[in-house]
């Protein structure tokens, strides 16, 4: 099978599960609708919905070109929905404030979801690799780019189109990476309308699983120098975390 076929297979089965499990939820949601609402950034009504669907979609067509990916997108998304609900009204965003609650003491959901997504890519790293130094920066990589996706979901459709735009480029990579990326921008093809027409959001479930995703398809395409610039990019991004997301809102 040509690298042109399983990257279009990829991406149509991420997005065809996704509107799938989105469907279904809408219609027999586990313990309510209300339980799945939430205000957005305009104070209007919207679903979670889309953020399991395609956080399940994504895990399951990652795995079938890289296992690996597959858990680490899945990893990500659970620890996104754990922060989702348990941390549904915590103010505090970004890498830097989660890090100051941990300093005074306070272990935050959000402090679990990084350190459970940052685990979850260093196991994927470690799979994925074979020299320790590679392997860390895998790690790294898969970790910062969950990160990434979920510091630029301010708005209706900015992470679901910064999935679409930095998936992109994966798709010219021969092998799991092309994989990869198909399966990231299928997921988030698939609820880019719903989210701009601010009817669903992917919250920290969706936003990470396909972050992680994207990670993994960096790493399957890249050799060390390539990891290490992506992990260099990565760290920054997630220092000036308030800043990023900033400018996600503004454009």
């Known amino acids: 099978m040509s690298t042109r076929t399983r990257r279009t297979g990829s991406f149509a089965l991420a997005a065809a599960l996704t509107r799938a499990t989105t469907a279904a939820l809408r219609a027999k949601a586990p313990g309510g609708p209300g339980r799945w609402e939430r205000k957005n950034h305009a104070g209007r009504t919207v679903d979670l919905h889309a953020g399991p669907a395609s956080a399940g979609a994504v895990a399951l067509a990652a795995g079938r070109a890289h296992p690996a990916a597959g858990l ?8 996104g929905a754990y922060d989702d609900v348990v941390g549904a009204d915590d103010p505090r965003r970004g890498f830097r404030a989660h890090l100051a609650a941990l300093r005074d003491g306070e272990v935050t959901s959000g402090m679990v979801k990084l350190a459970g997504i940052s685990a979850a890519g260093l196991v994927a790293g470690a799979v994925s690799k074979e020299r320790f130094c590679d392997k ?10 969950a990160h990434f996706v979920n510091l630029v979901d301010v708005r ?6 910064a999935v679409l735009a930095l998936g992109a480029p994966g798709l010219l ?6 994989e990869l990326s198909a399966a990231a921008m299928g997921a988030a093809a698939a609820v880019l309308p719903e989210d701009l ?11 990470h699983a396909l972050g992680a995703t994207l990670g993994a398809a960096v790493v399957a395409g890249n050799g060390r120098a390539g990891l290490l610039a992506h992990a260099a990019a990565l760290v920054v991004v997630a220092v000036y975390g308030e800043r990023v997301s900033e400018l996600a809102r503004s454009l």
Request: proline residues 5%; contains cysteine.
């Open 136 to 145: 860390v920066l895998a790690g790294v990589v898969i970790a910062g780019a």
């Open 156 to 161: 209706p459709g900015r992470a679901a189109g």
């Open 72 to 79: 680490a997108a899945l990893a990500a998304g659970v620890c």
């Open 173 to 178: 990579r021969k092998g799991p990476g092309a």
């Open 197 to 207: 027409g601010e009817r669903t959001m992917i919250g920290d479930t969706g936003a």
